[in-house]
């Protein structure tokens, strides 16, 4: 009788240990969290160009065109919560979709800034390199499925509006047909609101442009 329940014991210590073996390690999309610096109720909005030359996070555009600290800090946690250290900062992107418009990324130019240190802990902060728009927040992948913690109240629109990966005369068309047409966050890329010279000052910076 001590003997079996004993047995019962050791094979309940046996599932929790395989259990436990099964998620160390392994970032938990629960668990694991990506946070933005800036901690005010709007959503921000970052200018992408293909060439990398865009904004930084830290001057991402509050509603009203100001500037604000968009920087991105992720923490991966395995499903026991403990830190995962020096996860390749390769498979930690960023996806921006609104189901009809996308961010998208020139080839490996939407990755974390680097591997996750001791404490799990990489940003986002330097420019990315992409095209596209969407007016949507965006995710955090991580191997190529979203954080389930939630996402990050940023969107993005990009000089590349063709989101084919150069900035040339196309994408200054549609830039044209917004500038003298009806208002489109497509072309918006200071984030007040409208489609003046200050966008097509940033539209200018990225014409010649491509993905590298
Ligand atoms: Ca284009
Ligand atoms: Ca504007």
Redesign the pocket.
Known sequence: MVLRKLMGVFMVALIIGAASFAVAGVPDLGLSTAARAYTGAEVLSLFNLPSGGGAAFTEANLPG?GIADGTITVTLLDGLGAPIANYPFEDITLQCTDGTNSMVPCPGGVTADGNTDASGITQFQTPLAAGGYADANTDVMIAGAALTSGPVAIRMNSADISADGVVNLTDVGMFSSIFYGAYDYA??????????L??VG?MASGVGGACP
């Open positions: 065109g072309a918006d890329f200071t984030n007040d609101g409208v489609v003046n200050s966008d940033r």
